[in-house]
């Protein structure tokens, strides 16, 4: 059975990685739903979340074939039950729809989203929830006047111990 997996990445921040990691995908046929990377709880160890929806045979596949990856320490894959994740929006609207439309107030206070800037022109709103939450604030928002959006991948981290730490410390006293 198809399902959505988060696939974590430990590496070290090396350049063409990600276009090494990409090709694994690429040559696959497996599309990428998400894409997040950033800097880890170790110094120098960074973590790419990938989201895809695979079964689960085809994600063991691909985390082994991640693994042979000289720069990769590890990589992991979890279910969405397994996890607790994000992701965050921005939202750019004319100025003229807050200051005009009273109703989008009640759609930022409804949506638990901030205001992180205003000007003459337009202003921005961040949402961070679930994707079904950041889609509906987007429909919300349209119809007064959508200047841009963006949405960041999903973050997540698992609810059970992963023993990373453990193995990120063991590698940088190795090296």
Known sequence: MVK????????????GLLNRISAIFLKRHINI????TSQSEINDVFRFIIIVKLQEEGVKKLIHQIEK?????RAFYHTDEETIF???ALYKVKSSALFEERHIQNIIKDSH?????VSPEYFVIEKTGFRNETDR??????????LQFVRSGRISV??????????????????
Do not use: H, R
């Not at 990373?164 to 063991?170: A, P, Y």
């Open 4 to 15: 959505t997996f988060t696939i974590s990445i430990y590496s070290e921040n090396n350049v």
């Open 33 to 36: 739903e998400s894409l997040t």
């Open 69 to 73: 990856q000289v720069d990769v320490i």
């Open 86 to 88: 994000q992701e965050s």
């Open 113 to 117: 989203a901030n205001i992180v800037t």
């Open 137 to 146: 604030l987007y429909q919300d928002l349209e119809p007064f006047g959508l």
């Open 158 to 175: 698992t609810k059970s111990k992963m023993g990373i730490s453990e193995i990120l410390k063991k590698f940088k006293s190795d090296n």
